[in-house]
């Protein structure tokens, strides 16, 4: 399968329409963004690691029958996909308060939530992706009711599947964002990615940030960070 037209370039990947009209490509780039694009920058090797970091979470939640666009890993950087119409919901899975729930609702960060917070956002960049809720969803049109409670019983699963496995490579699973999009015949399925731009992972023995808050807040060793999740997660 080769690229044929780009139809989108975002802050950290390209999506090619290929000969298939139910396939694209998604091409992984090294830019790196935060605050909704005001800080810019490059973390070198970032798109081959989040390429691989991906696709083996998602081949690992397919085996557990969560569905995804996942379909095959072409090179280091790219991977075919199923084209989906991506549902513009931003869902946050949250375990352990950090980053804006901890501002927003001044739960310091590291405290342990007594349960799993669900959040979503509205996807839309000139507006900063505002949180919204389950009402807000519905009178926007932004997706059913019964697709809603779909892809929050998958967050749900998707959670305690990743944290499950995460746990015995002494990964903690702090928080991470999920996005879901509709295939041609109407499924909700898991797209986008999973990787160290869209999760927060900690060491669970030094508490040592392994995700993008390295970048975000001017930790240093963010290349090192992300190399050390790929090591763990492919032992490579
Ligand atoms: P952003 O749009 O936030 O800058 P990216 O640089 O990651 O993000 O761009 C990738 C885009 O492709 C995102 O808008 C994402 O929603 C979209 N996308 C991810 N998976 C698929 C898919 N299987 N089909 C169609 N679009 C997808
Ligand atoms: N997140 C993301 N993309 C976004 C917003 C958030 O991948 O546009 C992820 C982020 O990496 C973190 C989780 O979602 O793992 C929760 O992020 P938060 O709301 O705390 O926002 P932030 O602190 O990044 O502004």
Known sequence: MTKIVQIYEGKAKKVYTTENPELYIVDYKDDATAFNGEKKGTILGKGVINNRVTNHLMKLLEKNYIPTHFVEELSER?????????IPIEVIVRNIAAGSLSKRLGIPEGTKLSKTILEYCYKDDALGDPIINNYHIDALGLATPEELAIIAKYSFEINELLQNYLKDLYIELIDFKLEFGKTTDGKVILADEISPDTCRFWDSTTGEKLD?????????????????????LLGE
Not at 78 to 86: D, G, P
Not at 212 to 232: H, P, S
């Open 78 to 86: 790219e991977t075919l996909v199923k084209k989906v119409t991506i």
């Open 212 to 232: 993008k808050d390295r970048f975000r807040r001017d930790l240093g060793g963010i290349e090192d960070a992300y190399k050390e999740i790929l090591k763990r």
